[in-house]
């Protein structure tokens, strides 16, 4: 069974400072990565989603995939107090019957930016 | 773009109570999905269906039923609540059936479940 582990548990970072999350998994056949953010109270919203080795960027998010190295990684560019929240590490791999691949989430991490 | 409703927002139930929970998308999406988000736990698969009438359980679907009553719509029941449970029960969908790899899930708001 697949295992997604997130550190550090909680962060807190200045306004304008990077803020690196990490996210490790235990299957590295798994080729389906995404980070959400979920605000206090509200739904999940996905921020990148990145398939294969290298980098993905979207907008101020960038995701760097391993997958030698069984590791994800979210950098958050000049973040703002509007970005704290807890981020989301899901993690999926098709499975043989070609039916939707399950998400497997880590536990998140709270991301606390202050001005 | 599309919304995911959830309803209710917040549910109170007694133990033993039987409680349903309901989610309607209008992104036309082929497969929705029902997980439970624990403190402590992340979220958890409890079901997931990819076309109306379909019904595939996840990880915790023991305690669960499920019904895809049409496309757009995804209901789940809680068949005995559990005294003292605490949990929000998050729906999502995604576009396509069996070659979904690469289709996004979005998120309703959640529905929180408090059983005294």
């Known amino acids: 069974q697949q295992k997604v582990q997130q550190s550090p548990e909680s962060l807190t970072v200045s306004e304008g400072a990077m803020a690196s999350l990490n996210c490790t998994f235990s299957d590295g056949t798994s080729n389906n990565f995404r ?8 739904g999940l919203e996905v921020l990148v989603s990145i398939f294969s080795d290298g980098e ?3 907008g101020r998010f960038t995701a760097h995939l391993n997958r030698a190295n069984l590791h994800v990684s979210l950098h958050i560019r000049e973040p703002q107090p509007s970005d704290s929240a807890v981020y989301l590490c899901a993690v999926s791999m098709r499975q043989s019957t ?10 998140g991490t709270t991301l606390q930016v202050q001005p | ?18 409680l349903t929970l309901k989610c309607q998308q209008n992104f036309n999406h082929d497969t ?10 992340g979220l958890r698969l409890i079901y997931y269906s990819i076309t109306e009438n379909d019904l ?10 499920a019904s895809r009553e049409k496309k757009s719509s995804f209901s789940l029941t809680v068949t005995s609540a559990q005294k003292n449970e605490m949990a929000v029960f998050l729906c999502a969908s995604s576009i396509g059936t069996g070659g979904a790899l690469y289709a ?12 005294l």
């Not at chain 1, 070609?98 to 536990?107: R, V």
């Not at chain 2, 929705?32 to 736990?41: A, V």
């Not at chain 2, 595939?56 to 039923?65: F, I, R």
């Not at chain 2, 996004?104 to 059983?115: H, I, W």
């Open chain 1, 56 to 58: 993905k960027e979207e």
């Open chain 1, 98 to 107: 070609g039916n939707t691949g399950k998400l497997i989430f880590g536990l």
């Open chain 2, 56 to 65: 595939q359980k996840g990880d915790l679907s023991e305690g669960y039923d």
């Open chain 2, 1 to 18: 773009g599309g919304i995911i409703t959830q309803t209710p927002k917040f549910l109170i139930g007694q133990e033993g109570q039987k």
């Open chain 2, 32 to 41: 929705m999905y029902w997980y439970r988000q624990d403190s402590g736990k």
């Open chain 1, 35 to 42: 980070w959400y953010r979920q605000h206090s109270a509200k």
């Open chain 2, 104 to 115: 996004e899930q979005f998120f309703g708001p959640g529905t929180r479940l408090t059983v």
